[in-house]
């Protein structure tokens, strides 16, 4: 069987559709379709523009409804959230793939803490929720003991075990607090049950991330779900996925059939992303992909981010051509630090400033400074221009 060839700008190109950003975006199926054609969405605590889960949908979707968007997740038993790439949004329908995960969890015995009394503990936590319905740790009765975050109570460390092995499925976020729910009642029948084998599970989410990337290498398609490498190799040959080569990448790949049965066309998006972003959150593959280094400076002390607190990566025309760290004050979008890879980005990061503001609900954009005096007054000049 021959291998299929790709070059570095088809494969690209593969990518980005594969992500939603390239080709008409899919409007009717709105924030639930992003989150099915995506397969997981990361949260993050931080919020700046908003929250990362929030930035997901706005970036391949535009300015859709804030409000409209935590409705789609959280409402009809359409998500669950659960350890994927991290904390993630998931489509309800993932469920039983995440059954080897939870095996393993059960089977270690904890994660992080340890329980005085585990069968008393989680008794009365499923007990609450039995009767009351769904709670976060609070209501069921504090979610620490008066010290410092990690120092949980009994009851968050009943309810956190009991969500990783299944027995209660986080079912919302409520002002940032997970809201717990029985298993039982929070997925449906159909999909309630633990019977896949690890290796089918695997299999699963190695086909749907390959699917999700377009293209990948074996470290690309195993990040995406944080599957071992071992795992991934032990199932690639019947996931469906395609063996490629990908010019310049000098390591092997595999691609979604489907991504290669047509060639990537269409209008590209320009926006800000979220370094949550699964576009980007695999630093070495956007460098593959986009010649482009990022990384979150946001727990890098002040005086030595480079970018920023939070910069978002540039997307327009299919490559990333700068960043922005952005910050609101009152009716203002201040773009707190700004770069651009060419002055030709100046448009595009002008484009996108202004979409953003838009979008939560600023008036204004104010550029604080740039790499260059130069890039900010293009930038500033584009602005007024639009």
């Not at 991290?86 to 095996?103: D, K, M, N, S, V």
């Not at 999909?191 to 990948?216: I, K, N």
Request: glycine content about 8%; aromatic content about 8%; overall charge neutral.
């Amino acid at each position: 069987m021959t291998t299929v060839s790709l070059t570095a700008d088809e494969a690209r190109r593969i990518a980005l559709r594969a992500q939603g950003f390239l080709g008409a975006p899919d409007r009717r199926g709105g924030v639930r379709g992003v989150l099915r054609h995506l397969g997981a969405v990361q949260l993050d605590t931080i919020s700046v523009l908003a929250r990362s889960h929030e930035l997901i949908p706005y970036a391949r979707l535009g300015a859709v409804g804030r409000p409209e968007v935590e409705r789609a997740y959280w409402t009809d038993n359409h998500a669950f959230e659960y350890w994927s790439h991290a904390a993630c949004i998931l489509p309800i329908e993932e469920w039983p793939h995440f059954a080897f995960r939870r095996r393993v969890r059960r089977e270690h015995g904890y994660r992080w803490h340890k329980m005085k009394d585990r069968e008393g503990s989680c008794a009365l936590v499923l007990d609450r929720l039995k009767a009351e319905g769904p709670l976060t740790s609070t209501e069921l009765g504090g979610a620490k003991n008066g010290g410092p975050w990690w120092d949980w109570s009994e009851t968050k460390i009943a309810v956190e075990w009991l969500l990783d092995t299944g027995d209660v499925v986080c079912t919302e976020r409520r002002g940032w607090k997970r809201v717990y729910d029985l298993a039982e009642r929070a997925v449906p029948d159909e999909l309630l049950h633990d019977d896949l084998d690890d290796g089918e599970c695997l299999r699963r989410l190695v086909a749907l991330a390959g699917q999700s990337l377009g293209v990948g290498t074996r470290a690309d398609i195993a990040d995406y779900h944080r599957i071992k490498g071992d795992q991934f190799d032990a199932v690639v040959a019947d996931s469906g996925l395609v063996p490629v080569e990908v010019e310049g990448w000098g390591k092997p790949a595999w691609a979604d059939p489907a991504a290669l049965a047509t060639a990537p066309r269409g209008r590209h998006r320009t926006t800000l992303l979220s370094p949550f972003d699964s576009l980007v959150w695999d630093r070495p593959r956007t460098e593959r992909i986009f010649g482009f280094s990022h990384k979150l400076e946001a727990y890098v002390p002040k005086p030595k981010r480079i970018h920023g607190y939070f910069a978002m990566p540039l997307l327009a025309g299919g490559r990333l051509q700068g960043r922005a760290d952005p910050a609101r004050e009152g009716s203002t979008l201040v773009a707190r630090q700004l770069s651009l890879t060419s002055p030709k980005a100046a448009r595009p990061m002008a484009e996108a400033l202004r979409e953003a503001a838009e979008w939560v609900g600023c008036d204004s954009v104010r550029v604080e400074r740039a790499q260059s005096p130069a890039e900010a007054a293009a930038v500033i000049a584009e602005l007024a221009a639009l």
